[in-house]
């Protein structure tokens, strides 16, 4: 049985946020405190030129999900994982069995931030193949950040970017099925 559905067009208005970073330089007296010096950089932040690295979207009227209850509940999973592993009593514990809990735990608390503000980046290139681990450089396993990095390593083809661990991951699956 086919049951036909019919497309329409909607509209809403998107607001682009986008990240770039320049180097700024101002003159300031030299007793100037900190508060002064961010004033007179971004006085004149307008007057530079940025490469956009990376943008987010937002549908307008939308507000970003308010992650503290998210973020409580999280901590909350990630608390009762390790309870419920053995390690919330006195007796020795295996570091190995440790180990594997906490990583366990945090899987499971990187699950429940997905979509949210709070989801980890990762910063991926394609030239690269993978993404950026801050131990190893480039490969399988990125580094999860839990706020925007500003400096991007290099890639073969200048072509490095932050993006969100799930986006990581539907890259790494869609490679895994093409081969």
């Known amino acids: 049985m086919n049951i036909a559905t019919t497309k329409v067009t909607v509209t809403r208005t998107v607001c682009r946020m986008s990240y770039s970073f320049a180097d700024v330089s101002v003159q300031v007296d030299s007793g100037a405190d900190e508060a002064a010096i961010e004033a007179a950089l971004l006085d004149v932040a307008g007057d530079h030129s940025y490469s956009e690295k990376d943008a987010e979207y937002l549908i307008e009227g939308k507000e970003p999900a308010n992650d503290a209850a998210h973020l409580a509940k999280t901590l909350g999973t990630l ?87 799930s986006e990581w991951q539907a890259i790494e699956a869609a490679c895994a099925s093409e081969t």
């Open 79 to 165: 608390l009762g994982s390790i309870a419920q592993a053995g390690f919330d009593a006195d007796a020795p514990i295996n570091g190995g069995d440790a180990v594997e809990a906490v990583a366990a735990a945090y899987n499971l608390a990187i699950e429940q931030i997905k979509g949210t503000d709070s989801e980890p980046y990762v910063i991926y290139s394609e030239s690269e193949e993978g993404g950026w681990s801050n131990g190893d450089g480039w490969g399988d396993s990125p580094t999860h950040f839990f706020h925007k990095p500003q400096r991007l390593p290099t890639s073969g083809a200048n072509d490095a970017k932050v993006i969100r661990l």
